[in-house]
């Protein structure tokens, strides 16, 4: 139980919240009038001096978990913190005690007299206004959005960054339907493929109609805007058109992200930032976009252990109340195809590992997104801190590497090691890459030979950079 000292505004504000969330509590007051009226509301109220050894030993003290000492004045909170201090060695009692302090000065005071908790009124109310001006920016902006897309006549092309991911995809199918709420038509633009079985389960159980870039008229649209990228460099917006409108979360290079509205912010997901727009314009979110949105949030923030913010926690508790557990368990671990199933069972057949660094070449594959899928499998391996899986499809090489060695930032290295042969890049914990089969004209026509120079090129040339293996050089 809680035992609360002093029922000023403070106090009495306290006494409410700990009452609705059905916490016994008993409070201590000096004021006669006070003390009738919290009886009067229900309220388990003592009168008297908390700063006496004697009225505190007449509460429920020996029950009391937690004492709060909510009084203004800080002499009487150092007489009551001494008061308790006695009684803790009198009667043998250890409560978590949590005062109250004016500045960031007598807090010190205050915790040097054996308070554990110190609640600063000045800095809650910075921390409250804080919070208020972040949700005024959210709704500025999304005020800002909405008066953009009134003011259009034409159609509004959604255009993903290449290859859309979980959080692209839905990001993207958020502003659709904010769009939808204004009257403005739009299509999902994005270009490479949607391969990874979670991608393509979001498609599916969304019924997400999306539009390869290659067989629209870029012309066909007004207002262009980018989801979940910022500029040119890895979507398919053609360079000699400006986007209208960029919504990201990712940071790009300063001055080369240029639009008429932009919203890029360092937040986990660009999900976050839509989940809002339409949480401010009082749409009424579906089931299955509520739980796409929490799958974005949860896959791009890795479970939040890679750079969410106080933003993405506050998105996710607004839309957990309105998702199905069972849709995004399906999400989270769609069925895996025969054809992946033989890609990761290659890849364990052929893994290699130095050091915590795993290598697998899995050989020719069908499906090139089951090479990632094996890579992410591989670095669940006892003793595994970053994997590189990579095989061969069509005419190219393709890599996925996966770390979870936070010292490492897998997409910048395999950037810097494969881009002279081919190109390469991602995050810090996941990266990729193709290597055009031409780099071994050599070896093409004898498969033995092949696997040992891209074995060479990729594995060993992988090693030597992160220090797993001596360099031939």
Known sequence: MYLLFGCGDLGFALAKKLKENE???QIVEEDEDKVRQLDELGFDAFEGDFTDTEIIKQTEVEEAEVILIMASGSQTVERALGAIN?????????????????????????ENLGADEVVVISDMFAEYVYDKFQQFRERIKEKKLKKLLQNIEGDLAIVLQDNPDPDSITSGLALQDYADSINVRSDLVYSGRIGHQQNRALVN????????????????YEVYALVDVSTHDNCSLPEDIEPTIILDHHSAVSGRIRAEYEDVIEVGATATILANYMRHADLEISESLATALVFAILTDTMNFTRGATHL??????HLLPKISNELLQTFQSPPLSADTLEVIRKAIRSSKMKGGYLISNVGEVKDRDAIAQAADYLLRREGTLTTLVY???????YMS??????????????????DEIGSAGGHPTAGGGRIPLDAFEPSRDNMKALRG???????RKFWEAVGALKSER
Do not use: N, W
Request: proline share 1%; charged share 40%.
């Open 401 to 418: 590497g996966r770390t979870k060695d936070v010292r490492l930032h897998i997409g910048k290295l395999m950037k810097e090691i494969y």
């Open 391 to 397: 095989g061969i499809e069509s005419d190219a090489i």
């Open 453 to 459: 120079a891209i074995d060479r090129a990729i594995g």
């Open 23 to 25: 916490i016994e509590l």
């Open 312 to 317: 993405d926690f506050t998105t996710l508790e």
């Open 205 to 220: 159980t969304l019924e997400a109609e999306m539009l390869k870039a290659e067989d629209i008229d870029f012309d066909d």
């Open 86 to 110: 006695q009684l803790k060695l009198d009667m043998e009692i250890d409560p978590i005690i949590v005062a109250r302090a004016r500045d960031s000065i007598l807090k010190s005071e205050i």
